[in-house]
């Protein structure tokens, strides 16, 4: 077998076609990667080995069943899996385990795809207001590229696995951040979908008008074929949207707009050279820019209530049961038995908010696209409180994760050997213009293929 | 990590404003944070920490001045919020 970690589904697939690579062979490939080198990484937490293999040995048994057929992944541990532990990265659900896969995981099962692992993640996807990497049962979870920094969160496991190459392309969940997040400090490509656009079905709530799933993998490309399998409607989530998915965009290139950035009161020079570097390689292919605003409006509150009145009524069971305080960091235990205290009268506030919000649509009058940085600067330190550490990040203040809006994370630089990312933001189901704008930028960059040392040797 | 001001974001903002006023109302606030904390810890199985409940105070006092603060953005009288009950003759929605 000579087929690199770092492969694209596409390419695996076409070996799996030719008869070059077995789907057991990029199993135990992968598994063997999982136990060395993302284990070092605190990144998994819990490996499926007997069940990959034997999804392998059906995959070789039938061959060309779709695109995804053999591929090996993994999944962030707050989806359902049968039989498989699902801890949500909480001590104090150590022995969960569900009795059916989460909807996406059965897609991908039928798609003839191969689970390998869970991967770790922030304990409860971090809606008590995490102050630690630590806060996660395995530890805290280490970038891909230096294992003194943070992996980022809360889909912690999923960005820094893609990124050593330790499983084909893996799952996260975003209620505010969670998948653009760990894609920009590991330098992975994820795709955060429009709210709706997959099923939610079998995935730990933290917030049911917020949570979205979606791929985390090391291409535009690969994202886009993860997407379409996961993505459509089901009978046991009634926000999954009928729209068809679509990622083949037409036409004119999409006109790009620009936020006014905040790089020089930032102090991140090295970031906006990675910006002006990505709007340079756009521009030649086409790609018209415009300068942008949202109105002004509170979105960052209105999501920090909602977050906190749906997560502390979603796990109020555990908030006041035996278990709680066994959660790893202690501002998630202040934070999630403070949320108990949101009143009515604020959140729905907040929803009615939202439909104010709905103003900032007006915004894709001018523009198709909004390209920003995830954030200014890159992974910060994982042993050190966030407090004391998440300085000068910015990220986006805008209202996509509001409004539901899609956004995909790349890798655009790094700074001291480190990853940066950006993003491109779009309208509500318009995925097929983040999918075509950062496939087009990979197609002439090589960002993306660029892999931690460690993962090479 | 949310892309948002935290609760600890906006706790240090309240702080420094409490800590610039000195005004006699924040002993009050403080007063009622402990009896809040303490009357919510009889209400978890277990006790929380000493640690627990200071973080708890300051995490109460976050959720007080967001509350206090997004009455800065009025919305209009009677403006509906962004969800909508559909009535279902099923037993569970989206079946």
């Known amino acids: ?457 | 990590m949310p892309n948002r001001p935290s609760r600890r974001d906006v706790l240090t903002a309240a702080s420094v404003g409490l800590a610039a006023m000195a005004v006699p109302g924040v002993a009050a606030a403080r007063s009622s944070q402990v009896s809040t904390v303490n009357a919510m810890d009889k209400e978890f199985a277990k006790p929380l920490s000493e640690d627990a409940k200071k973080l708890l105070a300051e995490s109460l006092k976050g959720i007080e001045t967001a509350s206090t603060d997004r009455l800065k953005t009025k919305l209009p009288e009677n403006s509906e919020p962004c969800f909508t009950y559909f009535p279902s003759s099923r037993e569970v929605r989206g079946k």
Not at chain 1, 229 to 254: C, Q, T
Not at chain 1, 358 to 368: E, I, P, R, S
């Open chain 1, 1 to 457: 077998m000579s087929i690199s970690p770092f492969s694209s589904i596409r390419q695996m697939s076409k070996a799996l076609a030719d008869r070059k690579v077995s789907s057991v062979e990029l199993t135990q490939m992968y598994l063997g990667r999982l136990k060395t080198i993302a284990k070092g990484h605190n990144a998994v937490a819990e490996l499926t080995e007997s069940l990959a293999l034997e999804q392998a040995r059906k995959a070789d048994a039938s061959p060309g069943k779709s695109v995804l057929n053999g591929i090996p992944f993994g999944v962030k541990d707050l989806l359902a899996t049968k039989g498989i532990p699902t801890r949500w990265g909480s001590p104090g659900h150590a022995d969960q385990m569900f009795d059916y896969n989460a909807t996406i995981v059965q897609k991908l099962e039928d798609a003839g795809a191969v689970l390998l692992a869970k991967l770790e993640m922030i304990e409860l996807a971090g809606g008590g207001n995490y102050n630690v990497a630590n806060a996660s049962r395995m530890g805290p979870c280490l970038s891909a590229w230096d294992k003194t920094l943070w992996a980022g969160g809360s889909s912690s496991g999923s960005g820094a696995s893609t990124a050593l190459g330790c499983v084909g392309f893996s799952l996260g969940s975003e209620t505010s951040g969670s998948i653009v997040c760990p894609s920009a400090f590991n330098g992975c490509t994820g795709f955060r979908p429009t709210y709706g656009r997959v099923s939610r079905h079998g995935a730990m709530a933290l917030c049911w008008t917020l949570d979205k799933l979606g791929p985390i993998c090391r291409s535009a490309e690969d994202c886009g074929i993860v997407l379409d399998a996961i993505a459509g409607p089901d009978p046991n989530d009634g926000s999954a949207m009928r729209e068809k998915l679509n990622l083949r965009s037409r036409g004119p290139k999409p006109k790009i707009g620009l936020v006014k950035e905040k790089f020089k009161d930032s102090k991140a020079e090295v970031c906006e050279k990675a910006y002006q570097n990505v709007l340079d390689v756009l521009r030649k292919q086409g790609y018209e820019t415009v300068e942008v605003a949202y109105p002004d409006l509170p979105y960052s509150p209105a999501i920090d209530i909602i977050v906190n009145a749906e997560g502390a009524s979603a796990h109020e069971h555990f908030i006041r049961g035996e278990r709680f305080q066994m959660l790893q960091d202690i501002n998630q235990v202040a934070g999630f038995a403070a949320a108990l205290e949101v009143k009515a009268v604020d959140y729905l506030w907040a929803m009615r908010l939202r439909s104010e919000a709905l103003k900032a649509n007006a915004v894709w009058d001018k523009c198709d696209c909004i390209f920003t940085p995830a954030f200014y600067h890159k992974a910060i330190p994982a042993d050190q409180p966030f407090d004391k550490t998440w300085v000068n990040m910015g990220g986006d203040e805008g209202p996509s994760n509001l409004l539901g809006w899609p956004a995909m994370a790349f890798p655009i630089g790094f700074e001291d050997g480190a990853p940066i990312g950006g993003q491109i933001i779009a309208p509500a189901m318009r995925e097929d213009v983040c999918f075509r704008v950062v496939r087009d930028f990979q197609r002439k960059s090589d960002f993306h293929e660029k892999h931690p040392a460690e993962a090479l040797s």
